[in-house]
Structure formats: C-alpha cells, structure tokens
C-alpha cells in the first residue's frame, strides 16, 4: 500500500444550517450552528487514514487556536502532520450556509496562504500517491518533480499535465476537458463522468437523503484514491469514490470518518456492494 500525500487546505468551518439563503439585503435566522474541522486538504486525509491508509499532510495552520485545533483533529485521525507548516496569522476559515436539501455556500474569511507553503518533494517515494486538493501554478515544478520521481500525481482542475495522471473536479471546476490526463468530472446527485483516451463514461451516484453536502467532493476524492491505492481498476475507485460521497451527505460534518459512515449505515467505508471483494476492506 502506497503513502498518501495530501497537499491542501486545511481550515475551521462554521455551519450555519439555514431555511433558505438570504437575498440581498434580507435577514435569514439559522436554526442551528456549529464549528467544525474541515479544509478540502484536511477532509481527504482524514478519510484515508481513518480507512488504514499511511497519510501524510501538507499544508499551513495559522498561529491561532483554530489551528492548534485542526493539528489534534489530524493527529487523532492519524494523519502525519510533520510538513503542516504554522504560519503567522490565521488558520483557514470558512461560513457554511446549509440548505435543507443539503446544497451548502461557502464564504471564506481568510486570505488564502497555501501557495506560500514548501511541497516536501524530496520525501515523496517513487509509487506513493500525491493529491492537490487545491491547484495553484507555483505547485507546477513540484507537481512534475514528485512525477518524474515514479509518484502518482493528481490534482483538482487544473492542475499541470502531463504531470497530473487523474483530474478530479466538479464540472464547475472544469474550464475544458484535458486531452493528455483521466478527468473525473463529479455531478453531485447525478454521480460522476470519467473522460479518457476521447471517450466518456458516466456513473451514477447512490440515491440518498442529503442533509449536508459539504465534503462530498473531498470524499469522493478520498474514496477514488483509496480504490486506486489498493491497485483497484478505474471503475472500482469512482464506485468507491461515490460510496464514501454518500455516506458523507447523509450526515452534519464536513468529513468522512468512521463516526459519520456509521451513522450513515455504512459499517465500513470502504466497501461498496461486493463486501467479499478485499479491495473495499482495510488491509
């Protein structure tokens, strides 16, 4: 089983679950609130580690106690935090405006600092597995030197190919469709559509209840990783990916870990539909 090398944010989320988002100028009353760990960086790492994966983050907190918060909640879940750099300042930190159906508005608070961070490429070994969680273009010459070393890098759009071997994104985050990398373009409740070698195959999500779609992305990400990680096919990590996505909108959290798949009903988060399959359980 490879490393993972997360490389994103990692952030302090409140959750606001609202009846309807406000027009302009108009007062909403939230019927309940709560702060949260979260990050898209943070939320994928987690999920991997909580799955038995070896995870190591990369990213910046603040000097502040939302980021001495955000460094327990990865060390607890198991992630190896020894390249999250402290950084003077604030942690990252977002407002969550949560819709009954679930569909969530994100404002940031916090100047973004990600792309200030050192990418510790020389401790990336040939085989692990790197994800972007976040792109910015200083990331390029890393990006290509942990490629060039044998690691499997990928990225959300845009990324940089032909260093990126996955795109993972929303169709929102999609400008254009690459020609020389696999884009696995997410759908929310219509599942996923995977775009390689000219062609394109669609997959359909699992039919759920929604209550919080925050992280269904990053638990997409997560759960296609651990499928490929596991030396799944392509189609075994998008299947996973959609799995771990639905157990995590049906609960109030950010992340996927063993507590939200358990509420979901979902006893192990890395099985799907073929529980006899090895490669939906934690070697």
């Not at 944010?9 to 027009?23: E, G, T």
């Not at 669609?202 to 990680?229: M, N, Q």
């Not at 995590?248 to 950010?254: D, G, L, N």
């Amino acid at each position: 089983m490879p490393d993972f090398w997360i490389i994103g944010p990692i952030a302090w989320d409140l959750a606001l679950y609202v009846d309807r988002i406000p027009a302009s100028g108009h007062f909403v009353q939230a019927g309940e609130s709560v702060e949260r760990p979260g990050g898209t960086g943070a939320n994928v790492a987690v999920a991997l580690s909580q799955a038995g994966g070896r995870v190591n983050m990369v990213g910046y907190v603040g000097a502040d106690a939302a980021g001495r918060n955000m460094t327990k909640t990865l060390t607890a879940a198991g992630v190896d935090v020894e390249h999250v750099q402290v950084l003077p300042g604030h942690t990252s930190s977002v407002v969550l405006l949560i819709e009954p159906n679930g569909e969530r508005t994100i404002i940031g608070i916090h100047t973004d600092l990600l792309h200030t961070i050192t990418i510790p490429t020389d401790a990336v070994a040939p085989g692990d597995i790197v994800y972007f969680a976040a792109w910015h273009d200083s990331f390029t010459t890393a990006a290509q030197t942990m490629a060039a070393a044998g690691a499997l890098v990928t990225s959300v759009p845009p990324g940089t190919t032909p260093a990126m071997r996955y795109l993972i994104g929303s169709r929102n985050d999609f400008s254009a469709i690459p020609e020389d990398a696999t884009a696995i373009v997410t759908e929310g409740a219509k599942g996923a559509t995977v775009y390689s070698s000219g062609k394109s195959d669609h997959y359909p999500s699992i039919p759920t209840d929604a209550v919080d779609t925050t992280g269904a992305g990053d638990a997409f990400a997560a759960g296609f990783l651990w499928g490929i990680g596991n030396k799944g096919t392509l189609t075994e990590g998008v299947n996973l990916g959609l799995a771990w996505a639905a157990a995590t909108v049906q609960t109030k959290s950010s992340m996927l870990n063993a507590t939200s798949a358990s509420k979901a009903g979902v006893s192990d988060p890395c099985h799907r539909e073929s529980p006899s399959n090895p490669l939906f359980h934690t070697p």
